[in-house]
């Protein structure tokens, strides 16, 4: 645990840094062989991206540095507790391991909590706050679409 505390102390103090320049104070860190290969903060508030999370940004950067957007063997060490987007891109990138600082519990007398947002995903479709619905759409001329991607050898992720 003492190497993860360590690289949590890093995400904290990426987070405060970017908290005092003006952004929101979240940073991440992803490891990979006990190496530090990324670090990310929050840039929502300095690129009007909604996506920007420090987990995300990092996540961009690791799959720059390792040249490829397969994460499997990596850890993510965040200041705080990583919202579903973030856990989700994390999974899907083959993370292995995720740790935080700050739980949600701590984040929610200011605003930043998320587990909101996860209890409501944990709900049926019909039954959350955002609209979902199918909508079995399809281009006449090419009604195939995953089955074309496959078939041109593009499933490189």
Known sequence: MIDAERYLRRAIELARANAEGGGRPFGAVVVKDGEVVATGVNEIVATGDPTAHAELTALRAAGRALGSPDLSGCSVYA?????????????????????????????????????????????????????IRHVPARLESHPDLYGGWKRRGDGRG
């Open 79 to 131: 200041s705080g507790h990583p919202c579903p987007m973030c856990m989700a891109a994390m999974r899907m990138a083959g993370v292995v391991e995720v740790a935080f600082a700050y739980s949600n519990e701590d984040a929610e007398p200011y605003g930043l909590s998320t587990a909101a947002v996860y209890a409501d995903l944990a709900r049926p479709f019909a039954e959350q706050s955002m609209k």
